[in-house]
Antibody
């Protein structure tokens, strides 16, 4: 079945970077865009950015434009979202999701904790 | 991009119907027929229940329905069941691959 499996939890210090992976299975990885969404504790969902696994094109929400990088490795059907210059407000659960029939399939989530 | 506006909470008794509104602008909800709704139970990933304003994914109960008028989209849940108690989020396409979410609505089944 279609599945997105994300990397494990991360603990980072302020100013550091984090790279979260999202491995796709059960479908052709390059056929659908991957979107990233985060949710901080007690807060709502927040769109982070998107990537085309086919072209490699990507974009970030305004809050992340200077700090975010999206890459992919099509040989292993994996998308990556890297966020640099982390601050405490970046502490959240980060999800990848396949953009088809809405955000139709979601990853299991990766908890990123930013703390000194 | 500003968040879409949803009520913080709604409630209803089993068997009743409830509607959750989602107000955006002429640049997002009003501009595109790409509004989706997500149900999120605690400590689980969100699940799409409505996409493209009115469409239901396979496997989602027909008790869930969506609509849109102008800059406001709505999610209606009929025949409320205890398992419907969850957080609900609307989401709209806003052009240039941008998505914008609502702040979320906590549904309590009394």
């Amino acid at each position: 079945q279609v599945q997105l499996v994300q990397s494990g939890a991360e603990v980072k210090k302020p100013g550091a970077s984090v790279k979260v992976s999202c491995k796709a299975s059960g479908y052709t990885f390059t056929s659908y865009e991957i979107y990233w969404v985060r949710q901080a504790s007690g807060q709502g969902l927040e769109w982070v950015g998107w990537m085309s696994p086919d072209s490699g094109n990507s974009g970030f929400a305004q809050n992340f434009q200077d700090r975010g990088t999206m890459t992919r490795d099509t040989s292993i059907s994996t998308a990556y979202m890297e966020l640099s210059h982390l601050r405490s407000e970046d502490t959240a659960v980060y999800y990848c999701a396949r953009n088809f029939l809405g955000l139709g399939v979601w990853g299991n989530g990766t908890t990123v904790t930013v703390s000194s | 991009q500003s968040a879409l506006t949803q009520p913080a909470s709604v409630s209803g008794s089993p068997g009743q119907s409830i509607t959750i509104s989602c107000t955006g602008t002429s640049s997002d909800v009003g501009a595109y027929n790409y509004v989706s709704w997500y149900q999120r139970h605690p400590d689980t990933a969100p699940k799409v229940i409505i996409y493209d304003v009115t469409k239901r994914p396979s496997g989602v109960s027909n008790r869930f329905s969506g609509s849109k008028s102008g800059n406001t989209a709505s999610l209606t849940i009929s025949g409320l069941q205890a398992e419907d108690e969850a957080d609900y989020y609307c989401c709209s396409y806003a052009g240039n691959k941008i998505l914008v979410f609502g702040g979320g609505t906590k549904l309590t089944v009394l």
